[in-house]
């Protein structure tokens, strides 16, 4: 009688855990999930309790179990969980980011950038469609087909949503590497967002540069605008010489990128984005501030190139000062070649789906980075070949056959790295991990 009663209400329960999600997302194209999902406006410090209530019905569908992390207040990280057979072994970690860059239908977009607008061509338009609410769905959906398909897990896999990858991840990734949670998970591989690529090839990233943002500001004599004092002793003047100095380098640095564009990895970029001072036309300013935005060469050095800075700010002149806005530690690689079964498995899946892959270090940094200085292997990785490069753009576009195929690369992908053998990958997945700073 009693376990009748409790399995009356345990049905009960149920149906209106099921009632609480609006959507039917079960019965749900993956197209119209991904357009869904457009929809809800991400932009970074927004309210996601849109995204993960979506998040948490796209569980309840696949009937997987979902574990949402509010480290900081008003920036949740949303766990999904595809247990395997064997969660003894390293998992297999998912990751994608929630929030998406601003965008605004009067900065020229052609369909309302959160409408998810499919036009005559097959082409869905929309912040996120590149960066990164496609690779989102593509994992869910390549979850649940192999799941449809019984097919069977030995490593436990993972779905991780991010809330604030575009401003640096300070709420996010940074925070969750350091908790229980990402700890119990004992992550064999990550894979995160990789780019979009002109040409039938898929960017693989195996490191990340790291950014350095550094404020340099120089004082001098302040008097009259008729006055005329050394250049030297003048904060402009200063700033002139701080100015050369960078440049200089900057030169340098540009002619080894300009050689070789693609390896973004052997130059580092500089690049004066701020400048201010002064408090009317008539005055030489006591003040005047830079802005340095550089993101290093992965073989630079850290300590030979904080020297670099100071000997610039020394022999600029008296009186300048350098203050880091940020500065990243230089972050490791991941091992791409056969010696690393990871690799191996999603080198092996994407020539099986008939995708080329291509290994670099991109320009700039995604929240891979915090998982390898974690110490932990991770690729980033989107598959959109043959597909113009539009994150952060107006009228960031995704054809929805490069969407869909997505689906079958990841499968494959999932599939191959979730099934390999416990005996073929290492217990500390530092051994995939390369220091290339000297
Ligand atoms: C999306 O969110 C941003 C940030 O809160 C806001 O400025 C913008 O107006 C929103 N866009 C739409 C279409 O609601
Ligand atoms: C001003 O300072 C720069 C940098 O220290 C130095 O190279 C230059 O010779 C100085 N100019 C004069 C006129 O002293
Ligand atoms: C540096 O700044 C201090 C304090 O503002 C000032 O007393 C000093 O004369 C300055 N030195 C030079 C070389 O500008
Ligand atoms: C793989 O790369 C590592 C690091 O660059 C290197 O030490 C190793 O010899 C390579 N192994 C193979 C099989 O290419
Ligand atoms: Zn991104």
Redesign the pocket.
């Known amino acids: 009688m009693f376990g009748l009663v409790s399995i009356v209400l345990a049905v009960i329960q149920l149906q209106v855990s099921f009632a609480a999600g609006d959507t039917d997302y079960a019965n749900k194209t993956p197209v119209e999930l991904f357009q869904e999902y457009i929809r809800i406006n991400t932009t970074t410090h927004n309210d996601l309790t849109p995204a993960v209530d979506f998040w948490k019905a796209l569980a309840n569908a696949a009937g997987v179990p979902i574990n949402v992390i509010e480290i900081v207040q008003g920036y949740p990280i949303v766990v999904l969980k595809w247990a395997g057979t064997d969660s003894s072994l390293p998992s297999i970690m998912l990751n994608s980011h929630m929030d998406v860059v601003p965008a605004d239908i009067e900065d020229g977009w052609a369909y309302d950038p959160f409408s998810g607008h499919i036009d005559e061509n097959g082409v869905i338009y929309g912040r996120g469609t590149q960066d990164m609410k496609s690779v989102s769905i593509q994992y869910y959906e390549a979850l649940r087909r192999l799941k449809e398909n019984n097919v069977q897990f030995l490593r436990d896999v993972y779905m991780t949503l991010m809330p604030d990858e575009e401003v640096g991840a300070e709420n996010g990734m940074i925070q969750f590497v350091k908790t229980a949670e990402f700890k119990a998970m004992n992550v064999g591989i990550e894979l995160d967002e990789g780019t979009s690529y002109p040409l039938p090839v898929a960017p693989l990233f195996y490191q990340d540069k790291v950014v350095w943002q550094i404020q340099v500001d120089c004082h001098g004599v302040a008097a009259h605008g008729s006055t005329f004092p ?3 002793e003048t904060a402009t ?2 700033c002139r ?1 701080v100015i ?1 100095r960078f440049f200089a380098f900057r030169d340098e640095q540009f002619a080894i990128a300009n050689a070789s564009p693609t390896e973004a990895e052997s130059y580092t970029s500089v690049n004066l984005n701020r400048l201010s001072g002064g408090t009317a036309n008539n005055v030489i300013p006591s003040r005047v501030s830079l802005v340095f935005d550089i993101r290093l060469g992965t073989k630079v050095n850290e300590e030979n190139f904080d020297n670099l800075i100071h000997k610039f700010i020394d ?3 008296e009186n300048i000062t350098v203050t880091y806005i940020s500065k990243n530690q230089q972050s490791p690689a991941t091992i791409a070649n056969s010696s690393n079964p990871y690799f191996q498995a999603i080198a092996c899946a994407t020539k099986q789906v008939g995708i080329q892959i291509l290994p670099v270090v991109p320009p700039g940094s995604t929240d891979a980075r915090h998982v390898r200085n974690a110490g932990y292997p991770a690729f980033g990785f989107s598959p959109m070949p043959n597909t113009e490069l539009l994150l952060h753009s107006v009228n960031e576009r995704l054809a929805v056959s490069t969407f869909t195929n997505g689906i079958t690369v990841y499968k494959a992908i999932i599939n191959n790295l979730a099934n390999i053998p416990g005996s073929e990958t290492a217990e500390d997945g530092r051994v995939y991990l390369l220091t290339t700073a000297t």
Do not use: L, Q
């Open positions: 050394a250049t030297n003047g200063k010489n050369d022999e600029s002149g």
